[in-house]
Nanobody, 127 residues
Framework: QVQLVESGGGLVQAGGSLRLSCAAS????????LAWFRHAPGKEREFVAA????????WYTDSVKDRFTSSRDNAKNTVYLHMNSLKPEETAVYYC????????????????????WGQGTQVTVSS
């Protein structure tokens, strides 16, 4: 079992940057594939990024490629999402999620893939 706690959200102007963190409990953090999702009002929860257990592989939804970077520090049980050039339409609650075992590309964008979720952190991008 793992508990996830996100932080780092806030209000930022369009074009600005934020770094989200997600701290996990437990001793086997590197056993979990991790992902970031976001949920905007009136929309479905949307896949943003995923990162492999080692951190060596990452995947992104097309709209954030070259602007967002996910990384993880397994020694600190923490995963990060660095977000640059933020846009107002990216205003949402951002969630980190963990799955037992490795990230699998065919299913990584699907919310049922993940066993554990954080409570979310609000990101608001003003125009």
């Amino acid at each position: 079992q793992v508990q996830l706690v996100e932080s780092g959200g806030g209000l930022v102007q369009a074009g600005g940057s934020l770094r989200l963190s997600c701290a996990a409990s437990g001793r086997t953090f590197n056993a979990y594939g991790l992902a970031w999702f976001r949920h905007a009002p009136g929309k479905e929860r949307e896949f943003v990024a995923a990162i492999s257990r080692s951190g060596l592989s990452t995947w992104y939804t097309d709209s954030v490629k070259d602007r967002f970077t996910s990384s993880r520090d397994n020694a600190k049980n923490t995963v990060y999402l660095h977000m640059n050039s933020l846009k107002p339409e990216e205003t949402a609650v951002y969630y980190c999620a963990a799955k037992n075992g490795p990230i699998q590309i065919p299913t990584m964008k699907q919310t049922p893939t993940y066993n554990y979720w954080g409570q979310g952190t609000q990101v608001t991008v003003s125009s």
